[in-house]
């Protein structure tokens, strides 16, 4: 049988111009794609990942222009966080305008829209015209950065996965709104904090317990693997309580000098960049060796750091 991973940039254009759904490469990581312009294939996003209406889609762009059209207002300091950081890992909430659906949405005034650094999806994107797609992963699991990632979560109910190679971000984008005048993290992600804060100074975190309103990427069970995942700064001492067990282990940058079935450091020259780009790679890997379970050290919380703990946070809860 044919492969669904492709990569006809064509075909996958085609295919979303006919109200199809498709896996898009992007630089954080894979996407699950529809045209704006197709309820039931937004619909259809939403039934393949399992995930819940209440939570929207980012709406993904290839121009400044065509970003400004999905949109009533755009804050000046989220203006001039995009001019800085578009094509990029950023995404800006802002209030949307008719021609994004509530159903893209999930019935919000806002809309989120960011302008992707991928060669082959900015090519697609200028054929299709902006396309809602969240994370390519059923919901709750680590999402996808290869297509092959892609694939084995969804071996049925997909006609493509456009092939754009490994992600080079690795994790999601940065999510960003503005509220009570200032600039409002929804989301750690691809773009760091201090690098935002150069542009527009301080800004503030969205508190999800003051509020009724969740994104599954604030959530507190979201990106897990399927082994039973560990966070700790002490890995000699777990191992060395758990002998008997299978366990892969996850470092930043050096060894931990404990022998075990398998370890993976994520940056030997300490580029928390490389780390981000090698993290769900590196989960999606040891989720398939049969563990009893991983073990991981936390990174340095700053820059980029501070987003891959945040999601390795989630990847341990409950
Ligand atoms: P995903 O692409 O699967 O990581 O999901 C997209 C993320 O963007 C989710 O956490 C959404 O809830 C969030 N998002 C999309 N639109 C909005 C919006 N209007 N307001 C707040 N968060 C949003
Ligand atoms: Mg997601």
Same mark, same amino acid.
């Given at each position: 049988m044919e492969s669904i991973i492709q990569s006809s940039i064509e075909k996958a254009s085609a295919l979303l111009i006919n109200g199809e759904v498709i896996a898009i490469p992007t630089e954080t990581v894979y996407g699950l794609a529809a045209s704006i312009d197709f309820p039931q294939a937004i619909n259809y996003i939403f039934e393949l990942k399992g995930r819940p209406r209440t939570n929207p889609l980012i709406v993904h762009v290839a121009t400044f222009e065509q970003a400004e059209k999905l949109c009533m207002s755009f804050p000046e300091p989220l203006k001039k966080l995009a001019n800085q950081f578009?094509?990029?890992s950023l995404t800006v909430v802002i209030p949307k305008s008719e021609l994004v659906s509530d159903q893209i949405t999930a019935g919000k005034s806002t809309v989120g829209i960011r302008i992707p650094n991928h060669p082959e999806l900015l090519k697609l994107l200028e054929q299709t015209g902006p396309i809602a797609a969240p994370s390519a992963n059923p919901f709750e699991r680590i999402s996808p950065t290869t297509a092959k990632h892609v694939a084995d979560y969804f071996?049925?109910? !997909?006609?493509?996965v456009l092939d754009g190679g490994a992600c080079q971000a690795g994790i999601e984008s940065t999510i960003v709104g503005f509220e009570n005048n200032q600039v409002t993290v929804y989301r750690l992600g691809a773009i760091s904090i201090e690098a935002i804060e150069k542009i527009v100074g301080e800004v503030a975190f969205f508190d999800s317990e003051k509020s009724h309103f969740v994104t599954p990427g604030m959530s507190k069970k979201h990106y897990a693997p399927k082994t039973k995942t560990i966070v700790t700064e002490n890995i000699e001492d777990f191992v060395s309580k758990h002998s008997t067990s299978k366990i892969g282990i996850i470092v930043f940058e050096?060894?931990?000098?404990t022998t075990v079935s398998k370890e993976v450091i994520l940056s030997p020259s300490g580029s928390l960049h490389e780390a981000a780009q090698r993290i769900y790679l590196t989960l999606h890997e040891f989720d398939q060796?049969? !563990?009893?379970c991983i073990v991981i050290e936390p990174l340095p919380?700053?820059?980029?750091g501070r987003s891959i703990n945040d999601r390795l946070s989630r990847a341990v809860h409950g």
């Open positions: 578009w094509p990029g071996p049925k109910g !997909l006609k493509m050096k060894s931990s000098g060796l049969d !563990l009893d919380n700053q820059g980029l």
